[in-house]
């Protein structure tokens, strides 16, 4: 991803504080996590997925669906809630997800997902955290 300025700006260091070393390495590392690790892929209550870097409400429950990847997956995020570009790491063409608040990595979207968008949000529930409908 080219370098963006966003809404929320941290140094590199303020992120390792604020963030645990999982989230740090999904959000401001590109990393991901092992396939049905997350509790966030057994999340069945309504309410919204949040960016666990920033806080922004990225994914409402209503469009989470069980694909049988082992990440939490969504078939839309809320509008303007994330933003996306072309990865080419690991020798593939994916299309990277990263949240529009603070610029942190969240997953890939894929085109084999669910109606109504045919779009397939596998996102990494370290990257995610839940509140639960009031």
């Not at 209550?45 to 069980?66: H, I, M, N, W």
């Not at 082992?70 to 809630?81: E, H, I, K, N, T």
């Not at 968008?117 to 370290?126: P, V």
Request: charged share 30%.
């Amino acid at each position: 991803m080219a370098e963006r300025i966003f809404p929320v700006e941290k140094t590199e260091e303020e992120w390792k504080r604020d963030l645990s070393p999982d989230a740090f390495r999904i959000l401001r590392k590109h990393g991901t996590e092992p396939a049905g690790t997350s509790s966030l892929n057994a999340e069945k209550r309504e309410g919204q997925f949040l960016c666990a870097g920033c806080g922004r409400p990225l994914f409402d429950s209503r469009t989470k669906y069980e694909s049988g990847t082992g990440w939490p997956s969504f078939y839309a995020p809320r509008d303007g809630a994330v933003g996306t570009s072309r990865d080419h790491s690991f020798m593939m063409d994916r299309v990277e997800v990263h949240c529009a608040g603070c610029g942190g990595h969240l997953g890939h979207v894929f085109p084999d997902g669910p109606a109504p968008t045919g779009q397939r949000y596998c996102m990494n529930g370290g990257a995610l955290s839940f509140k639960e409908k009031e």
